[in-house]
């Protein structure tokens, strides 16, 4: 290993840094900054960035939903110095496979006061969701961009949004509309284009994943422009199905004009989806109102895409597989009862999914989010960091559920 300083920060690299002066590990003294550990990895199977806290980094060989397993008791192999980075959330990987690297390694990180947002697709989940963000967001959004095809949605939703206001409020939250070429200035793009929703009358299993190749088609569209502008913000996923289309947005934006991976574009950090927000609320719902489990809302979690493959566990620490199947089933299909009774289920999923789990990500607050892991992206509980990205919630998994978790990482691999 070489050992470089970087203003404040450390950086451990397999590989020799050109242009940086290398260090002896005894001259290093207690780092003001950050520890960044730079390997270079596969990106198509390896997360471009990540805080580290129980990864045995130097016997990292992949990884998958098994880091959603606690590991304990092997960080103390490790230098006391480094350790203590470790200990105090200050270590972090870097995966080198990406040329542009260098750019992860922030000098400073300080959290921005208030976001500027961008949404695109004003149908039944985009105005929805704008509304959400207007009514929730005071001191955390500082603007909300609204874009459509359809001009007359864009004035429709700049009118009844900016009427939203709480007379209380002491921050203004801005309400504009965009034209296509400023879309990408924001911190976060929110997609929510939807084409192809089945009617309410058609009979379909899951509706989600009929939307999937008209979606993929304008979202691939909108990966390939943010890496033309060098979007550096959040590209947030909301359209159905959210886990292959965050993938779809990655593996395009992430090809030259030629059409071969150079990993240029945006890195997999900066991509997530919202679409399981919903699935907990609707676990925690029908768990109380069947009398299934009601402890779901302390212990129970979610995992995996929100359609089939959706895994809800009434309790990581007492887990039960009937209850937890129960409650998958009716969590699975409510969006179907919801269809039944002649209206689209969109409402909860644009502020439960959307806008509340979009404004908990920018205050780094617990939140569901679907998130590169081992070449898919999978929903789990997660925070996050806009400079380093993700932190997964940790369990020690019973067996029985991580068995469940290896199929759904199974399913969504062959999905795509």
């Not at 390997?39 to 130097?58: A, C, V």
């Not at 030259?256 to 574009?265: E, M, P, R």
Request: charged fraction near 25%.
């Amino acid at each position: 290993m070489y050992y470089y300083k970087i203003n404040e920060n450390i950086l451990i690299s397999e590989d020799i840094i050109p242009n940086y002066k290398k260090l002896k590990e005894e001259e290093i003294k207690a780092p003001q900054g950050n520890i960044f550990f730079a390997m270079k990895k596969p990106p198509l199977l390896y997360r471009s960035i990540f805080k580290i806290y129980d990864e045995d980094i130097l016997n990292y060989s992949s990884e998958g939903v098994e880091l959603l397993n606690r590991n304990n008791n092997h960080l103390k192999n490790y230098p006391k110095w480094i350790y203590n980075a470790m200990e105090k959330g200050d270590a972090y990987f870097i995966n080198t496979g990406y040329p542009l690297w260098m750019d992860f390694i922030k000098d400073d990180n300080t959290k921005k006061s208030r976001y500027d947002i961008n949404v695109i697709g004003l149908g039944d989940v985009g105005g929805i969701l704008s509304s959400g963000l207007k009514l929730l967001g005071e001191g955390v959004i500082g603007s909300i961009g609204l874009y459509d095809r359809n001009e007359n949605k864009v004035i429709r939703w700049k009118n009844e949004i900016s009427s939203i206001i709480d007379i209380n409020e002491t921050e203004d939250i801005k309400v504009k509309a965009l034209n296509e070429d400023e879309i990408f200035n924001c911190d976060v793009l929110v997609f929510c284009v939807s084409v192809g929703v089945p009617e309410i009358n058609a009979s379909v299993n899951d509706v989600r994943m009929v939307q999937f190749q008209g979606n993929k088609d304008i979202i691939s569209h909108y990966a390939k422009e943010a890496r033309i502008r060098n979007f550096s913000g959040i590209f947030a996923v909301v359209s159905d199905p959210v886990d292959l289309l965050c993938k779809a947005v990655f593996l395009e934006s992430n090809k030259d004009l030629n059409g071969n991976y150079d990993f240029k574009g945006i890195p997999s950090h900066r991509i997530r989806g919202y679409g399981l927000g919903v699935m907990n609320a609707r676990a925690k719902y029908y768990s109380e109102s069947h009398g299934i489990y009601s402890n779901y809302d302390k212990e129970g979690r979610v995992f995996g895409p929100h359609g089939e493959g959706l895994i809800a566990a009434n309790s990581i620490s007492n887990y039960n597989s009937s209850l937890s199947e129960a409650i998958t089933s009716l969590t699975k299909n409510a969006n179907l009862e919801v269809r039944a009774s002649g209206f689209k289920p969109y409402i909860a999923p644009a502020l439960s999914s959307g806008a509340i789990s979009i404004i908990a990500t920018l205050k780094e607050d617990w939140h569901y989010a679907s998130t590169f892991l081992g070449g898919i992206f999978m929903g789990t509980r997660c925070r996050y960091n806009e400079a380093y990205g993700t932190i997964l919630e940790k369990y020690n998994l019973p067996q029985k559920l991580f068995k469940k978790l290896k199929e759904t990482e199974a399913y969504l691999h062959n999905l795509y």
